[in-house]
């Protein structure tokens, strides 16, 4: 008898990488998306949140719920990135304009109402921006995290320093005061860093064979991994460049491609110099119990091929 699916609820902030997580996840028979939370991040709210909608309706599951979140980190003012992912956030390809209104729900209730209608343990959350929305929903309503299975989240780096600021990956220095909430929280947690994303390279190569699926979905998908391919060349002199988030869909899919190990992990809140820092006690020095699972290593062409034969389902 199959395995029934892994029920998941999607936190992002579209985003071409945020755009290829969402569609891994709903290529894939192994997870249901039950919801999808949009945050604050690369752009703001309202667009990551129209994002969210039109990627969930290129893939045919207009369906799935789409709620927008929070609108600004919990004390930190918001920082976006339009330098990579364009004025609207998913610039690269030309979606319909939703069908769909945006839910008349705040993203932060989504979460806590869909957690405590689920049976403990059924829940796994999977943030791929800053951690706002996953920080006010601990805060607001305690009770989802002994419900909860599995935060598995794109953020933070150690071994790789940080992309944002030279200790800083952006998810968590967006937020780190959110961050701090969640790995304080006492959820198991996976966290996927640079450490790991940054050997998810997409290369010239793959990106002929997803557009040879000659779908809707591979061609759009294609198109925005061009346009993000520009500023991977500009930041990594290369045509071949990291695609972060889907890191996240992929390890709930074959944990076996990935390697890491438990650590205790906190973030940095005070200093203006290394703010937003995911330190790493990788060496167990200070001896205190780990909170979460650490990914550092990838099979980069296993991770591709799962990815190529996951979207090529999709309309
Ligand atoms: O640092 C990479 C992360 O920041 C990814 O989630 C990307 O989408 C941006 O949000
Ligand atoms: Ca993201």
Known sequence: RAMSPRKIIIDTDPGQDDAFAMLLALGSPELEVVAVTAIAGNVPVSKTERNAR??????????????????????????????????????GWELPEPSTPALPVHGVDLIIDTVMAAPAGEITLCPLGPLTNIAMALIKEPRIAPRL????LMGGGYFEGGNTTPSAEFNIFVDPHAAH???????PLTMVP????????????????LKAVGKRTALAAAGLAEFYQRYGNQKFGTDSYPLHDPCVIGYLLRPGIFGGRKCFVEIEITSPVTMGATVVDWWN???????CMVLRDLDNPAFYDLMLERIARLP
């Open 285 to 291: 020095v200070t001896k205190r119990e780990p909170n």
């Open 181 to 187: 909430v969640v790995f304080t929280s006492g959820v």
């Open 149 to 152: 299975r599995e935060i598995v």
């Open 194 to 209: 640079i450490d790991c994303t940054y050997k998810a390279i997409l290369t010239p190569a793959w990106l002929e064979r």
């Open 54 to 91: 039109q990627l969930v309706e290129l893939a045919g599951r207009p369906d799935i719920r789409v709620a927008p979140g929070c609108t600004r980190p919990m004390v930190k003012p918001l920082k976006t990135a339009e330098y990579v992912h364009g004025d609207s956030g998913l610039e």
